[in-house]
């Protein structure tokens, strides 16, 4: 057993944070936020990072990171409250690693490796989580290609991607119904509402109408979409569980050093017992979900059993998403009227968390999913 | 025991329920419905129409506009109003100030501030909090000082609700800083906003709202007739005003039509090819809160009619009624922003968009905003500091 980070993942981890308190301080990422949405510079550090390609392997120019290489960045890209892409990014990428062709690896993972390319990984319609049995999207097989049309609502990064991941049903065949395409953002037919979301992201409803694509455009086998679909959507849960972990350890440490200097009473508020467990219990909260993070990203890549992967990735989003709701409410009441404020960094922090507890499935959701592969039920 | 209202009882309120029904403008009603923001005009249009029919301060004495009712006729109306979805009644003027004038204000006092009060003609503000003091209110420190007629005022107030709209503040400020015990040194005064030395700079919320403020007073010259009861009387003036908190504290009759609007709107969300509401974990939630809201009806009842027999003001209870209205009005708004599930997280449209979804898109800044509701007024751990200190013993 041992749950640190390898020498290489302490480096990595260390890197990202002295990049995201020196250069991505609050005062950036607002400015970030309120203009694009994103920042060609930052993307290009990202890129220079390795962190772009780090869960590619070395033939496509990445460096072979599992979920658990990723972790660290997540926690700091939590804390930091990152808005550019990255998730998305990373996470729509898998698909074409893990069940593209060579000529789509080839085409798609050096770029995106190289900060060239920006994906936006396709939401779907449906309540609470990428259900794929709700999908919208239709492709129909013309001649030597697809044919897309449907409407992909919430997709985040989609304002600032070049290329799409789009699942869409092509036969009537339940679960073995589902393929997935490679459109590019800017093909005609493509259409975009853009809009801010109430974390500071960027997302849109994208429409797609008619939307020709080549037969090379299809990743894996037609019909065969759903398995990775639900792999790498563990995967991206995986990793927003350790976004969600360093935005809950930023909220806590803030609010920890807002109750030790607050004073009222002729006291730091801190001295009130009533504040003391509260405190505690919000500590409690964000060690219990690290654990989870941890267990989600050392075991969602290893995991071969994908009953037990879905069961695992289950527990570690409840567990999350608890907590996001708990420690994110509990910020904002310790700092008082401060913290309802546009600007104190932690209604943002509480902002996002209270989005990341409904991202990819909401602990409802998620609870139903884990319940439902109970061994023992 | 018996649990319902009387036959008079229920005469009045469908009385009031049906003068509602045809007096609140649909406009104004949908725009409360739909959660969007209300201009200062909005507010003291309805102002003005409950001012017309005579409603807009039944607290008040009898020969100042009140209507007269008892705490259940008040309770009634005032409930009414929230399940309808009328805008709400700024209490600044009506349910803070004017109660102080009534009790410690000169003839004078009440002649020129009530009257435009009661008609909407004049929109005020509280100036309490300070950003060293918000709890701990009585460590304020905006000063007072005495120069013939009047009195300087520097020093600054923080979240000064709807203070942008406000012509007047009542403030509390230091006028003595050398008094040995704190709450002695401070008196309440009446400031005209537009005196030289004031300046309102906007805070804004995280839901992007502006409705509070921050207040600057740069040697403010506040003539003493503006000065309530004694000086070094403040804190008295303002715990009188806690005393005299209104019984509707818990707001039920808002609650009540937010959870009718909750179940509505997610019976017609879909799950998985079902309503929202026929999934038995969203629906246990709706239920749970349903039932606190149930038990909050009945014990503000409870309490409305342990203070008509008694005739004693309700003390603790009132912090009571605040913290569990407060808890189930967060629970409404996330339900509600759960129940449209990913489509809370749109805010704003990059670019012009007829179908964006508005209403959807106004859940989770209400959830955001609605966070406040736990901190202010005396934050919930504050109020819950009361109960154990007063009714307790602790
Ligand atoms: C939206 C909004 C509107 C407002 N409008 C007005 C207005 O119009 N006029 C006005 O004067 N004020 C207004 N207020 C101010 C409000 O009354 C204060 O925010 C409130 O009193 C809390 O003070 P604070 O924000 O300084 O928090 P603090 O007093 O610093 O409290 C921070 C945290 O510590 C806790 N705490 C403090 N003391 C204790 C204790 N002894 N024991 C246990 N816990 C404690 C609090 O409960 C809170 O959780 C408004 C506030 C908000 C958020």
């Known amino acids: 057993m041992n749950f640190d980070y390898n020498e290489e993942q302490q480096l990595l981890a260390d890197s990202i944070k002295r990049f995201i308190d020196k250069d991505y301080d609050f005062e950036t990422r607002k400015y970030v936020a309120s203009a694009e949405g994103y920042s060609a510079e930052v993307w290009g550090t990202l890129a220079e990072m390795g962190l772009l390609g780090l869960p590619f392997s070395p033939d496509y120019e990445g460096f072979g990171g599992g979920a658990v290489d990723l972790m660290s960045v997540m926690e700091c890209m939590g804390a930091g409250l990152v808005v550019e892409p990255y998730l998305p990014t990373v996470t729509a990428a898998q698909f074409v690693a893990r069940a593209g062709s060579e000529a789509q690896k080839k085409a798609i993972l050096p770029a995106v490796a190289s900060g060239e390319l920006k994906d936006g990984l396709r939401a779907d319609r449906s309540r609470g989580a990428l259900r794929p049995r709700a999908r919208r999207g239709r492709g129909e097989e013309s001649g030597a290609g697809w044919t897309l049309d449907g409407v992909k609502q919430v997709v985040i990064g989609a304002p600032q991607a070049d290329q799409l991941v789009v699942s869409a049903r092509t036969s009537n065949d339940g679960d073995r119904g589902i393929s997935l395409f490679l459109v590019d953002a800017r093909a005609a037919g493509v259409s975009m509402k853009a809009y801010r979301t109430i974390d500071e992201l960027r997302a849109a409803d994208v429409g797609f109408k008619g939307v020709q694509l080549g037969a090379d455009a299809l990743i894996g086998k037609p019909g065969e979409g759903l398995a990775h679909i639900e792999a790498v959507v563990d995967f991206a849960t995986a990793l927003l569980c350790a976004e969600a972990v360093g935005a809950i350890k930023y909220a806590n440490d803030a609010t920890l050093e807002y109750i030790k200097t607050r004073k009222q009473f002729g006291v730091p508020i801190g001295a009130f017992q009533a504040l003391q467990h509260r405190m505690v219990d919000m500590v409690i909260s964000w060690e219990q979900a690290r654990s989870m993070a941890c267990m989600a990203c050392a075991r969602v890549d290893s995991e071969k059993d994908a009953g037990e992967r879905k069961r695992l990735i289950s527990a570690a989003k409840i567990r999350i998403a608890d907590a996001c709701r708990h420690v994110s409410q509990e910020a904002i009441q310790l700092h008082g009227g401060m913290g309802m404020t546009e600007e104190m960094k932690v209604s943002h922090t509480f902002r996002r968390l209270t989005m990341i507890a409904q991202q990819f499935g909401d602990a409802d959701h998620h609870l139903e999913r884990f319940a439902a592969l109970d061994k023992v039920a | ?394």
């Open chain 2, 1 to 394: 025991m018996d649990l319902s209202y009387s036959g008079e009882e229920l005469a009045f309120r469908d009385e009031v329920r049906g003068w509602l029904a045809a007096n609140l403008p649909a406009d104004l009603r949908d725009k409360v419905g739909d959660h969007e923001h209300l201009s200062k005009e909005d507010l003291l249009r309805w102002h003005r129409i409950l001012a017309k029919q005579g409603w807009v301060a039944p607290a008040w004495p009898k020969e100042w506009g009140g209507t007269g009712w008892n705490v259940v006729q008040r309770y009634i109306f005032e409930e009414e109003c929230g399940y309808a979805g009328t805008p709400p009644l700024v209490p600044f003027g009506l349910a803070m100030c004017a109660p102080v004038l009534h009790k410690f204000g000169t003839e004078a006092q009440k002649k020129r501030h009530l009257p435009p009060i009661y008609n909407g003609d004049l929109f005020w503000c509280q100036g309490y909090s300070e950003p060293g003091s918000g709890s701990d209110l009585a460590s304020l420190k905006t000063k007072a000082v005495r120069d013939g007629d009047h009195y300087v005022v520097n020093g600054q107030k923080i979240w000064t609700t709807l203070g942008h709209y406000a012509d007047w503040i009542f403030c509390l400020v230091r006028t003595d800083s050398t008094a040995a015990i704190r709450q002695e040194g401070i008196s309440f005064l009446l400031i005209d906003m537009k005196t030289p030395g004031i300046t309102v700079r906007p805070l804004i919320l995280m839901d992007g709202g502006h409705e509070v403020n921050e207040v600057f007073f740069e040697n403010v010259r506040v003539p003493v007739e503006n000065l309530v009861h004694e000086e070094g009387k403040g804190w008295t003036v303002a715990k009188y005003l806690l005393g005299h908190e209104r019984m509707n504290t818990g707001r039920v009759g808002i609650s009540k039509r937010e959870l009718t609007k909750l179940k509505a709107f997610a019976a017609r969300q879909n799950k998985d090819g079902k309503s929202l509401m026929d999934d038995p974990r969203f629906r246990d939630k709706v239920s749970r809160v349903e039932v606190e809201l149930m038990a909050l009806e009945i014990t503000n009842l409870r309490f409305l009619d342990q203070m008509r027999r008694t005739g004693q003001p309700p003390g603790a209870d009132v912090s009571m009624l605040k913290i569990k209205g407060t808890e189930i009005q967060q629970s409404l708004t996330e339900l509600m922003m759960y129940a449209v599930g990913p489509q809370a997280q749109p805010f704003k449209p990059l670019q012009a968009d007829d179908g964006f979804d508005a209403f959807a898109a106004s859940l989770a800044p209400r959830y955001c905003n609605t966070r406040k509701t736990t901190i202010y007024a005396g934050s919930n751990e504050i109020q819950r500091n009361i109960i154990s200190k007063m009714s307790l013993g602790l």
